[in-house]
T-cell receptor
Framework: GQQVMQIPQYQHVQEGEDFTTYCNSS?????IQWYKQRPGGHPVFLIQ?????EVKKQKRLTFQFGEAKKNSSLHITATQTTDVGTYFC????????????FGTGTRLTIIP | GAVVSQHPSRVICKSGTSVKIECRSL??????MFWYRQFPKQSLMLMAT?????????EQGVEKDKFLINHASLTLSTLTVTSAHPEDSSFYIC????????????FGPGTRLTVT
């Protein structure tokens, strides 16, 4: 079955440092989504990437989708304490009402 | 964005009893909802896809007779954990959305089940 792995599993950074999490799928994806889950909370949608090689930015967050549509990355510039949480990528094989396979997640903690 | 609610938010039950969890889309209609289970410090594992008016589609390894799903309307799906055991203790989360025009899935706040 489809597997989606993320590295690293944990990341501790000083406030102000950059952070990157990498996502790799065992199969080619139609699109990939990123979610953030705060401790004790539920996943919240961040963004979706659809096109091969696509790059999207949201303020300090930069998302990339690989050319082969099997990998993705999320980069946060100058982390802040509000960035704390677990970041999940989630891959979909088809558009529309299709199930997502969630990655293993990267838990980010910030050292003030 | 759209709102999905879950009830209850927390439940403690005795081993052998059944627990029903409700998932509602409050301001949109959802023909499809998804049920996930999340163990502490782990990822979300899809349990089943709930289809309005038809049988749910279960993921491999998920017992359909143990985790009963009913999607009776376009705004409500229920998950019933039957004959619960301590190993069923987990965080259960539903989501809705992911249509052809809106890829985003909206997650409910989750239900933490503890079986004693």
């Amino acid at each position: 079955g489809q597997q989606v792995m993320q590295i690293p599993q944990y990341q501790h950074v000083q406030e102000g440092e950059d952070f990157t999490t990498y996502c790799n799928s065992s199969t080619t994806l139609s699109n990939i989504q990123w979610y953030k889950q705060r401790p004790g909370g539920h996943p919240v949608f961040l963004i979706q990437l659809v096109k091969s090689g696509e790059v999207k930015k949201q303020k300090r967050l930069t998302f990339q989708f690989g050319e082969a549509k099997k990998n993705s990355s999320l980069h946060i510039t100058a982390t802040q304490t509000t960035d704390v949480g677990t970041y999940f990528c989630a891959g979909a094989l088809r558009f529309g009402n299709e199930k997502l396979t969630f990655g293993t997640g990267t838990r980010l903690t910030i050292i003030p | 964005g759209a709102v999905v609610s879950q009830h209850p938010s927390r439940v403690i039950c005795k081993s052998g009893t059944s627990v029903k969890i409700e998932c509602r889309s409050l301001d949109f209609q959802a023909t499809t909802m998804f049920w996930y289970r999340q163990f502490p410090k782990q990822s979300l594992m899809l349990m089943a896809t709930s289809n309005e008016g038809s049988k749910a589609t279960y993921e491999q390894g998920v017992e359909k007779d143990k985790f009963l799903i009913n999607h009776a309307s376009l705004t409500l799906s229920t998950l019933t954990v039957t004959s619960a055991h301590p190993e069923d203790s987990s965080f259960y989360i539903c989501s809705a959305g992911g249509t052809a025009s809106s890829y985003e899935q909206y997650f409910g706040p989750g239900t933490r089940l503890t079986v004693t």
